[in-house]
């Protein structure tokens, strides 16, 4: 619902100057955003993921065990007796915890691990902690990369910055909030500003996407409608059309705009 208005107000603006959206268009589709456009991607659905696991832990409770952070009570193994050393603390519960015979449900325990990450209280706060850990460094690697690669910094529009700002004030209030609420053991009013904190975490990354991504529904009404109004008349004679024909063998948006507009795609 969030995306398809976030599509709808997106492309009245573009409609309203197809002019200026033709060159917008064919900057989001550059080449020194692609990878940009990608880890966006990938980003939502860490967050997404993320955001699941949470669920996961409200419902079994799973806030009310291990009130501590970064630790989570004594453990074995050599990553844990470093960590007990520099932290006092375990950054992970024992194994046998982890992966408890207990809810495995056939004689073989061939459900141990599945079962476990799903009804296993231990395991699935580890596994919210690995990923919260995990979203929160790929919105600051992401935010990082926007500041010092230049040909990211720019090509990424203004609009696309301020939402890169507002996803790392969001993930760091939602790591905060997140935080407070295991060392209180779950007080509601926490609770649910961490609840909400997520669904805000995660319309910060689709309104992300919707200023990179580049829909192609909305290209192909800019091209028409640069068509119909004559903003950007097509191009004739014998040069405009081997030029049209080279960029008939490119593919994606910023190919498809310049052949419907005859403009030069940018690369």
């Given at each position: 619902?969030?995306?398809?208005g976030?599509?709808?107000?997106?492309?009245?603006?573009?409609?309203?100057?197809?002019?200026?959206?033709?060159?917008?268009?064919?900057?989001?589709?550059?080449?020194?955003?692609?990878?940009?456009?990608?880890?966006?991607?990938?980003?939502?659905?860490?967050?997404?993921?993320?955001?699941?696991?949470?669920?996961?832990?409200?419902?079994?409770?799973?806030?009310?065990?291990y009130?501590?952070?970064?630790?989570?009570?004594?453990?074995?193994?050599?990553?844990?007796?470093?960590?007990?050393?520099?932290?006092?603390?375990?950054?992970?519960?024992?194994?046998?915890?982890?992966?408890?015979?207990w809810?495995?449900?056939?004689?073989?325990?061939?459900?141990?691990?599945?079962r476990?990450?799903?009804?296993?209280p231990?395991?699935v706060?580890?596994?919210?902690?690995?990923?919260?850990?995990?979203?929160?460094?790929?919105?600051?690697?992401?935010?990082?990369?926007?500041?010092?690669?230049?040909?990211?910094?720019?090509?990424?529009?203004?609009?696309?910055?301020?939402?890169?700002?507002?996803?790392?004030?969001?993930?760091?209030?939602q790591?905060?909030?997140?935080?407070?609420?295991?060392l209180?053991?779950?007080?509601v009013?926490?609770?649910?500003?961490?609840?909400?904190?997520?669904?805000?975490?995660?319309?910060?990354?689709?309104?992300?996407?919707?200023?990179?991504?580049?829909?192609?529904?909305?290209?192909?009404?800019?091209?028409?409608?640069?068509?119909?109004?004559g903003?950007?008349?097509?191009?004739?004679?014998?040069?405009?059309v081997r030029?049209?024909?080279?960029?008939?063998?490119?593919?994606?948006?910023?190919?498809?705009?310049?052949?419907?507009?005859?403009?030069?795609?940018?690369?």
């Open positions: 619902m969030v995306w398809n976030l599509s709808i107000l997106r492309e009245h603006r573009l409609l309203a100057n197809p002019k200026k959206s033709v060159t917008e268009l064919q900057t989001l589709a550059s080449p020194q955003l692609r990878r940009f456009r990608r880890s966006v991607a990938a980003l939502a659905l860490l967050v997404f993921c993320t955001a699941l696991s949470g669920a996961l832990v409200a419902g079994l409770d799973a806030g009310l065990i009130n501590e952070w970064p630790t989570m009570g004594g453990g074995s193994g050599t990553l844990n007796n470093l960590s007990q050393s520099v932290l006092g603390g375990s950054l992970a519960p024992p194994a046998m915890e982890l992966f408890d015979p809810y495995s449900h056939t004689p073989d325990r061939a459900d141990v691990y599945w476990n990450a799903l009804e296993n231990s395991l706060q580890l596994d919210h902690r690995i990923l919260a850990t995990t979203t929160f460094t790929a919105v600051m690697a992401l935010w990082a990369y926007t500041r010092f690669s230049r040909p990211v910094r720019t090509a990424l529009p203004a609009p696309a910055r301020k939402a890169v700002t507002a996803v790392t004030a969001l993930v760091w209030l790591v905060t909030l997140g935080v407070s609420t295991l209180y053991l779950v007080p009013p926490l609770a649910a500003a961490h609840q909400a904190g997520a669904l805000a975490l995660l319309t910060g990354t689709i309104v992300l996407g919707s200023r990179v991504w580049v829909p192609r529904r909305a290209v192909r009404l800019v091209a028409r409608r640069v068509a119909e109004v903003t950007a008349g097509l191009a004739t004679g014998p040069a405009a030029a049209q024909v080279g960029r008939a063998g490119r593919r994606g948006p910023g190919a498809m705009l310049a052949a419907r507009t005859g403009g030069v795609e940018k690369v």
